[in-house]
């Protein structure tokens, strides 16, 4: 689809579903995927998505990348048909060595749903472990910690 469009420097967000061994492209956009995917890539890759584009565009060396953990994961919550009017974080949480943030998003409470998009989420964790496995599983476990009322 890249090469379709005459995309070759600079980020591309792709979203692809994979049905039957079929691949079928959903959407692409020119420009950085969102939901801290950026923050994943630069942590589990060193790629700083932002300067090796600007660096690639002027023509410049790409700054050294320097990854930071081996791999990392995202738990969002949001509610699909739920009343939520508080997220109690266990202070506890700030003890835990692979937690690499907590964002609770309390300015949209008392929420109501229907979550209906990405801005309608209430927050998430985001992890780094030794594999993708472990960092998913440690990351769903830490939402688990969390008391929604």
């Given at each position: 689809?890249?090469?379709?469009?005459?995309?070759?420097?600079?980020?591309?967000?792709?979203?692809?579903?994979?049905?039957q061994?079929?691949?079928?492209?959903?959407?692409?956009?020119?420009?950085?995927?969102?939901d801290?995917?950026?923050?994943?890539?630069?942590?589990?890759?060193?790629?700083?998505?932002?300067?090796?584009?600007?660096?690639?565009?002027?023509?410049?060396?790409?700054?050294?990348?320097?990854?930071?953990?081996?791999?990392?994961?995202?738990?969002?919550?949001?509610?699909?048909?739920?009343?939520?009017?508080?997220?109690?974080?266990?202070?506890?949480?700030?003890?835990?060595?692979?937690?690499?943030?907590?964002?609770?998003?309390?300015?949209?409470?008392?929420?109501?749903?229907?979550?209906?998009?990405?801005?309608?989420?209430?927050?998430?964790?985001?992890?780094?472990?030794?594999?993708?496995?472990?960092?998913?599983?440690?990351?769903?476990?830490?939402?688990?910690?969390?008391?929604?009322?």
């Open positions: 689809m890249l090469d379709v469009i005459g995309h070759g420097v600079g980020p591309a967000h792709t979203e692809v579903k994979v049905c061994g079929q691949v079928y492209i959903i959407e692409t956009q020119l420009r950085i995927g969102g801290q995917i950026w923050e994943m890539a630069l942590g589990t890759t060193g790629v700083d998505l932002v300067s090796e584009t600007i660096c690639a565009i002027a023509g410049l060396d790409r700054p050294p990348r320097k990854p930071k953990y081996t791999a990392m994961a995202i738990q969002f919550f949001s509610f699909a048909h739920s009343e939520v009017s508080a997220i109690v974080a266990p202070a506890e949480l700030d003890d835990e060595p692979n937690l690499v943030r907590l964002q609770l998003n309390r300015q949209k409470l008392p929420w109501t749903g229907p979550a209906r998009k990405s801005l309608d989420r209430l927050g998430y964790v985001l992890v780094n472990a030794q594999t993708a496995d472990l960092a998913q599983q440690q990351a769903k476990q830490l939402v688990g910690k969390l008391e929604f009322k």
